[in-house]
């Protein structure tokens, strides 16, 4: 999946992009990055005054090159669907000034729908669930099993291509989503740190 970098200078650039692109779910995005009419893309979206730079799963719509004579930078429009709306929107609010977010994230998080089974460390009782926004330094995990913060957690995770499940240390960080918690993974060595990487890598290309 291609992946673009869709940095505004501003909050009202960003603003400027979802009015122009003329279509419900879409943003406007200045990339020489070509993409096709309904390639599905990964877009980097980053603008000031939020805490790190956030990945949107998207589709394009239209791509066109620069055009110096009449100043027209090269670029086009993408169009989220399904969850990608919610981030969307909350992008929308961050803009407009209605949400703050005063701390940066140092991972950027990636859009991901994984299905895994957790445990809390000590524990033998499996649940179902799944991952979402997932990046080196943590994920949403998506569960309605009753969690508080700081409880420790495994994470089994079964990467494309294998047959055995990973298991990942979590820490719950916080409880505030509506659908989750808040998970920041614990690699307790260089080696836990490469196969996380390597978890990402797999999961994010599929």
């Known amino acids: 999946m291609q992946r673009i970098r869709c940095h505004y200078p501003d909050a009202d650039a960003f603003l400027s992009a979802l009015s122009n692109a003329g279509v419900e779910g879409g943003l ?12 599905e893309l990964l877009a980097e979206v980053y603008f000031g005054g939020l805490p790190g730079k956030i990945v949107l799963r998207a589709v394009g719509r239209a791509w066109h090159p620069a055009r110096p004579r009449l ?23 961050v803009a407009e000034g209605r949400i703050e977010l005063p701390s940066r994230r140092r991972h950027v998080r990636l859009p991901v729908m994984v299905q895994v089974r ?12 799944a991952l979402s926004e997932l990046s080196e330094g943590g994920a949403l995990l998506l569960t309605e099993a009753p969690l ?5 957690v495994v994470v089994e995770v079964l990467p494309p291509g294998s047959e055995v499940p990973l298991e990942i240390a979590a ?5 505030d989503h509506p659908e989750g918690v808040g998970l920041a993974f614990v690699a307790r060595d260089a080696g836990g ?4 990487r390597e978890i990402i890598r797999r999961i994010t290309e599929e």
């Open 28 to 39: 406007e995005v200045f990339t020489t990055t070509a993409f096709e009419p309904g390639e």
């Open 71 to 93: 100043r027209v930078r090269a670029g086009g429009v993408i169009r989220c669907a399904g969850s990608e709306l919610r981030k969307l929107a909350f992008l929308r609010e």
């Open 118 to 129: 957790w445990r809390r460390l000590g524990d033998h009782v499996h649940h179902m669930a």
């Open 148 to 152: 508080d913060v700081r409880d420790d």
């Open 171 to 175: 820490v719950v960080r916080n409880v």
């Open 193 to 196: 740190v490469h196969r996380l």
